[in-house]
């Protein structure tokens, strides 16, 4: 096939030299392409197109009206297992489907960890009582694609150190997204985070991590909450990952109880988790699950 020159008509039929039309997009699609390559190769990474990460906004979208009804049902005396019953039927009703469900044998369509709870809590008797702070994690998979997110609930009136825990675990999140732009780096994600946390009084969770998603539930790459400014991946167009920071009032250490899932503090100290699924784009970052910090 020739090549087209600079000069020559566009092959779209405007009437426009090649130089005038089309010829800069095709070059940004090039770049994309081999961008695509490296970062698979070299990481493991699917980039995502603009396709892709609508679609994931319409997941995103399923997710965060999820969170809001959710949020009308915490009250004191809920079981979680109450939590987990509508999350699955309102996920099902939407021709959606609950990506915990039966992941690496979880048996539950969503995560709801109590107060000490760091994450991946199971529902099933724990009847919610006033003072609890409770994060529900939900992930949707939706026409083939993923998206995630979670927030911490105060169940009833909370006492003023939980407030403050969720108050800094949100602007923690916070913090992090506005790392997110072409050219910063994982690391400086993390550096964000830890320097917002620390600097209150709180510890970061270095064992649990954000993720790449979309594709898949959980794809590459990692995205620790701690770090420091300016190592680690750099940050391009077409990633897609979740920045979810597990804050705790008092030390990082954790430990998985019995049932092999849930993680909670060492200390017994209060834990709280604020999540987004983001992009990256050529201008900056776009939250695919939109919802006010």
């Known amino acids: 096939m020739k090549k087209v020159g600079r000069n020559d008509p566009c092959p779209c039929g405007s009437g426009l030299k090649y130089k005038k039309c089309c010829m800069l997009k095709d070059q940004q699609r090039e770049s994309f392409r081999r961008l695509k390559e490296i970062y698979f190769k070299r990481y493991g990474i699917r980039l995502k197109d603009r396709e892709d990460i609508e679609k994931i906004k319409e997941a995103g979208k399923l997710v965060v ?15 979680t297992e109450e939590i987990d019953k509508f999350v699955y039927e309102f996920t099902i009703k939407n021709n959606a ?16 960890s109590v107060n000490e709870e760091v994450c991946h809590g199971i529902p099933g008797d724990r009847v919610l009582k006033e003072g609890d702070i409770v994060n529900v994690d939900v992930t949707t998979k939706l026409n083939g694609y993923y998206a995630d997110a979670s927030k911490t609930f105060c169940v009833g ?39 917002h946390a620390e600097r209150n009084g709180c510890s970061v969770v270095r064992e649990m ?30 990633m897609v990952f979740t920045i979810e920071p597990m804050i705790n009032l008092g030390g990082r250490e954790i430990k998985i109880l019995p049932d092999k899932w849930t993680v909670v503090t060492k200390d017994g100290s209060l834990s709280a988790q604020f999540e987004q699924t983001v992009a990256v784009t050529t201008r900056g970052c776009e939250i695919l699950t939109p919802y006010e910090l």
Not at 97 to 112: D, E, I, Q, T, W
Not at 209 to 238: M, S, Y
């Open 209 to 238: 991590v954000g993720h790449g998603v979309g594709f898949e539930f959980h794809e590459p790459p990692q995205v620790p909450h701690f770090g420091k400014k300016g190592h680690g991946i750099i940050l391009v167009p077409g």
């Open 157 to 195: 009136e909370v006492s003023e150190e939980a407030k403050r825990l969720v108050k800094i675990a949100k602007e923690c999140l916070k913090k992090g997204i506005e790392q997110v732009a072409p050219g910063k780096t994982i690391g400086d994600i993390g550096w964000a985070i830890q320097r």
């Open 97 to 112: 489907y609950p990506a915990p469900l039966n992941y690496n044998g979880f048996p539950k369509s969503v995560c709801v």
């Open 65 to 79: 009206k999820t969170l809001e009804l959710v949020e009308e049902l915490i009250k004191p005396g809920i079981k």
